[in-house]
């Protein structure tokens, strides 16, 4: 089954255009680094430097900013325990479990097909 | 199914880390425009006046150069006719819609639950 564009707006047709919500969300999710920051926590509960580490290449300051954009659109939550030294931890909320899903199969796709695509 | 990035490179130990022909072929898909392009031509081959007016906000500059990445890429076809005036179609190719494919459960989700998103 391939959802166009078209398709889409035959149901919502204010779907993806300019400035509607779905335009913001997936730009939040297709952003430079919110599918890996997303497929680094579909893996479990992560702490901030054991996310750093998966998202191979991702600055301080890109994390904590898809993160907060990701807490705020309810896909991602944070925990932050009183400890000495503190521990914060990140976790797909159900929402966000839902999204990792439905990202499952572009994942997979671009991972069997990269070195086809980089040759042509 | 939820696809992580340890899953993933439980089989491509390489998959997604920094300069991988994945990360490339996820940046091209995943860039500002990138999807909104490809699910426009889910729906068929399109002019590029066309294309324009479906992918809502594009400028020529990135709608010209997105459409290159992708032919360069080997998912989307551009067959230009020699005619006065010259007439320009683009295609999927049979790669572009596989990938479509595997992007279409992320583009329903994205439009189906945007509002709850935005709504935090």
């Given at each position: ?112 097909n990269a070195?086809a695509v980089v040759a042509?």
């Open positions: 089954m391939m959802v166009s564009l078209k398709l889409l707006r035959s149901t919502a047709p204010e779907a993806l255009t300019a400035g509607c919500p779905s335009r913001v969300v997936l730009d939040h999710v297709t952003s430079k680094w919110g599918v890996l920051v997303l497929a680094a926590l579909a893996e479990g509960t992560l702490r901030w430097g054991e996310l750093r580490r998966e998202v191979d290449g991702i600055s301080e300051k890109m994390l904590a900013s898809t993160l907060r954009t990701f807490e705020g659109d309810g896909l991602v939550h944070r925990e932050a325990y009183p400890e000495i030294p503190p521990r914060v931890e990140y976790s797909l909320t159900a929402r966000g479990r839902e999204l990792c899903e439905a990202m499952s199969p572009l994942l997979t796709w671009v991972v069997d070195d042509g």
